[in-house]
């Protein structure tokens, strides 16, 4: 089966940079999405690596390593509107898409 | 506005009642996905299809729980017998096969009572 592990909250300040962790245990790993959910939305598709190192795009950046089944997003140049739920989810292509159990982002001011 | 519509948005029920939800996808997108999300937690896998096929249901979803793609288009997912664990928000996905990036509908949360 999969899980994929993340911290449940993290609180940064505007403007600052804050990294979220993702660890994941899967059978057959195709690679990691992330994913910004803001309260009463719906998610949207923020970037995916498939292959090991950092992928960057604008202010988000999101990087892998698959021999320690570890990935994470950075959030740099913090703004209020980044408060949101953010969730890892591993699979894509000619598999499924199970999502991590999510990291509420606070950013105060 | 995704591309992917979901009806209704709110859906109220009496326990023991059955509720059908449909997920309008984006049309040219073959892989359409439900989840259901309760507060606080991701969004938890139930099942897809590629075109009409269901390709994969998950082991939490008892046989209350059927969803149908009848003709690759829009889906439908109907709870019979709804129990008040069943209140939570339902999400659904689409995305052509291959690509990396799944749309989501807006929901529709059922509440239970």
């Known amino acids: 089966g999969q899980s994929l592990e993340q911290p449940s909250e993290v609180t940064a300040v505007e403007g600052a940079i804050v990294q979220i962790n993702c660890t994941y245990q899967?059978?057959?790993?195709?690679?990691l999405s992330w994913y910004q959910q803001h309260d009463g939305g719906a998610p949207t598709f923020l970037s995916y690596?498939?292959?090991?190192g950092l992928e960057e795009t604008g202010r988000f950046s999101s990087f892998l390593s698959r021999s320690d089944s570890y990935g994470y997003l950075l959030l740099q140049e913090l703004q209020m509107k980044d408060s949101a739920s953010y969730f890892c989810?591993?699979?894509?292509?000619?598999?499924?898409?199970?999502f991590g159990t999510g990291t509420r982002l606070t950013v105060i001011p | 506005d995704t591309g992917v519509s979901q009806d209704p948005r709110h859906k109220i029920t009496k326990r023991g009642q059955n509720v059908t939800f449909r997920c309008d996808p984006i049309?040219?997108?073959?892989?359409l996905y439900w989840y259901r999300q309760t507060l606080g937690q991701g969004p938890e896998f139930l099942t897809y299809?590629?075109?009409?096929?269901?390709?994969?249901k998950s082991r939490l979803l008892s046989d209350r729980f059927s969803a149908e793609r009848p003709k690759g288009s829009f889906s439908t997912l109907e709870i019979q017998r709804t129990e008040q664990g069943d209140s939570a928000m339902y999400l659904c996905?689409?995305?052509?096969?291959?690509?990396?990036?799944?749309?989501f509908g807006q929901g529709t949360r059922l509440t239970v009572v």
């Open positions: 899967t059978s057959g790993f195709y690679g």
């Open positions: 049309s040219e997108h073959n892989r």
């Open positions: 299809f590629q075109n009409e096929a269901q390709l994969e």
């Open positions: 996905a689409s995305r052509t096969q291959g690509s990396t990036e799944a749309f």
């Open positions: 690596n498939a292959l090991d």
């Open positions: 989810a591993e699979g894509t292509g000619a598999n499924n898409l199970f």
